[in-house]
Nanobody, 116 residues
């Protein structure tokens, strides 16, 4: 079982930056999990924002490439999402995800609102 707790969301102006964190409490070793950030805007499907494998490989959604950076600190059991050049269309609830084989865990989400 893995418990994921996101933090760092909030209200930011267009062009601003935020850093999201996802703290993992796990009975397993955090480093074995493939981790990801997803987001869901009102009326839209949940979509992949960025992912990082247990080996450190990364993948980004097309709309955030070059603006967002995903990283992980296995010693701290924490996943990060650095978001720069934020746009109003980045407004959504952001969810942390952990996957290992058939195991799939989600956090409760953190709201990011980009507005002037």
């Amino acid at each position: 079982q893995v418990q994921l707790v996101e933090s760092g969301g909030g209200l930011v102006q267009p062009g601003g930056s935020l850093r999201l964190s996802c703290a993992a409490a796990s009975g397993s070793i955090f480093s074995i999990y493939d981790m990801g950030w997803y987001r869901q805007a009102p009326g839209k499907q949940r979509e992949l924002v960025a992912a990082i494998t247990s080996g450190g490989g990364t993948n980004y959604g097309d709309s955030v490439k070059g603006r967002f950076t995903i990283s992980r600190d296995n010693a701290l059991n924490t996943l990060y999402l650095h978001m720069n050049s934020l746009k109003p269309e980045d407004t959504a609830v952001y969810y942390c995800n952990a996957k290992f084989r058939w195991r799939d865990y989600w956090g409760q989400g953190t709201q990011v609102t980009v507005s002037s």
